[in-house]
């Protein structure tokens, strides 16, 4: 949060408070929707984006493929990880890539559903079940509530077998180019502009 340095912590964790009271009284169901579509953008899978989580261009990342569902009302992934890599403890995967994932997942649901980059500001992950090594994982994440440039997302990844090994949620900015640029300290390239507020 020091890119914030202007702004007080308190005005963000008080509009954190508010969308999780709204939360409450519009929870969705990330789970139910079709119409599956490869969430896209410019420079996806080119030197410019060399994400962790969902760049092909990556040959250490994880790689994993996002969807838009039903037009951006929520969104989907799945991922599988076979030569134990990013095992924690022999044969799972470690909680932490678990988290990784469905943080790329829910800034994917404000994406598709705005066609804007959104910084996480806070998260919260909860690990029901091991995923093991050799496991096919999905996920699908969706947007619960907004207020100004503030988004609450809500998340969850399952095994092949449909059981929940991960639930999370994140408070989101969307952030204008000032604001990244400050953010991140270094130079954003013009091509990221037009997905910016």
Not at 45 to 54: E, K, M, P
Request: glycine share 8%; net charge positive.
């Amino acid at each position: 949060m020091i890119y914030f340095k202007r702004r007080p912590l308190a005005i963000f964790s008080l509009i954190g408070k508010i969308l999780i009271l709204r939360m409450r009284n519009t929870r969705i169901n990330v789970g139910t929707a079709t119409a599956l579509e490869p969430i896209r953008f410019d420079f996806k899978d080119s030197d410019l984006h060399q994400g962790f989580v969902n760049s092909k261009s990556n040959p250490g990342g994880l790689q994993a493929d996002f969807f838009s569902v039903s037009n951006g009302e929520s969104v989907a992934c799945t991922w599988s990880n076979t030569d134990g890599k990013f095992q924690g403890f022999p044969g799972i995967i470690h909680g932490g890539i678990l988290s990784s994932l469905c943080d790329e997942l829910m800034a994917n649901a404000v994406l598709a559903k705005e066609r804007k980059f959104a910084m996480t500001l806070e998260a919260r992950f909860s690990w029901k079940k091991p995923a093991y090594i050799g496991d096919v994982l999905s996920g699908s994440a969706a947007i619960s509530a907004s207020l100004f440039s503030f988004r609450l997302v809500e998340a969850e990844i399952r095994n092949s077998k449909g059981k929940v090994l991960l639930v999370g949620s994140a408070l989101f900015y969307l952030p204008t180019w000032e604001v990244f640029n400050r953010a991140l300290g270094v130079k954003v390239p013009e091509e990221i502009r037009p997905y910016l507020r």
